[in-house]
């Protein structure tokens, strides 16, 4: 089982809904990732925070709105989605921003029609 | 900038036998991390391996080990003894140890490793 935890696992949303992805982790760790996977693809980096600070944005385009509460919760906030923003959303967390192995949640699977 | 390079886009290799899969990464920074990463097809991605630039030693984990050859650049997997639930896509990383770039992990293409009974 891992243990970042990220809810929902499957979320199919049209193009003007606004919905939320949250992922959580009780490890202590105090730097959180979101990425984006497409099919047979690597992931790809949006958002780091450290320190409950954001520190890199990817250039993700807006309609993706990241905030992190605290310490140990991560949302990924999404509005007036594109069909090509359907993908693997996978969040990760470290103990730092160092060369410290990132532990990923099981994803959540986001269709957008 | 960093470069990772995995070779291989599919692997094959029979129960309970070793396989090795490559990486082979490009960077200036003197202080670096590699690491591997699983990932099946229900979609998760499960750590696999740590392996610091510093490190004199080679990590192991279980069946997995990392052939670290620092003047090659290179960071293959090996994977002792395989099994069924082996069979995934593998990701090979690299995170810068400071600098602007710290946080980021950049990943390899991937391997798609098939285990066969």
């Known amino acids: 089982d891992t243990e970042v935890t990220q809810t929902p696992k499957h979320l199919v949303m049209g193009m003007t809904n606004k919905k939320s992805l949250k992922c959580e982790q009780h490890?202590?760790?105090?730097?959180m990732y979101w990425y984006k996977q497409k099919a047979k693809k690597p992931p790809e980096l949006m958002f780091v925070?450290?320190?409950?600070?954001?520190?890199i944005n990817e250039s993700v385009p807006s309609r993706f709105s990241p905030e992190c509460p605290n310490s140990s919760l991560l949302n990924l906030h999404l509005h007036a989605l594109q069909p090509e923003d359907s993908a693997l959303y996978l969040c990760?967390?470290?103990?730092?921003?160092?060369?410290?192995?990132?532990?990923f949640g099981d994803g959540t699977r986001l269709s957008i029609l | 900038a960093q470069k990772i390079t995995q070779t291989q886009p599919g692997m094959f290799v029979q129960e309970k036998e070793a396989v090795t899969l490559d990486c082979t990464y490009d960077?200036?920074?003197?202080?670096?991390?590699l690491f591997w990463y699983k990932q099946p097809s229900s979609g998760e991605m499960i750590f696999l391996i740590y392996?610091?630039?510093?490190?004199?030693q080679n990590a192991t984990e279980g069946r997995y080990s990392l052939n670290f050859q620092k003047a090659r650049k290179s960071a293959n997997l090996v994977i002792s003894a395989s099994q069924l639930g082996d069979s995934a896509m593998y990701f090979c990383?690299?995170?810068?140890?400071?600098?602007?770039?710290?946080?980021?992990?950049?990943f390899g293409r991937g391997t798609q490793l098939t285990v066969w009974p």
């Open positions: 960077t200036s920074d003197p202080s670096y991390g």
């Open positions: 490890m202590g760790h105090r730097a």
């Open positions: 925070y450290s320190y409950e600070k954001l520190s």
């Open positions: 990383a690299n995170s810068p140890g400071r600098g602007s770039t710290l946080g980021r992990l950049y």
């Open positions: 392996q610091g630039s510093y490190d004199q």
């Open positions: 990760a967390s470290s103990r730092g921003t160092g060369n410290q192995p990132q532990h």
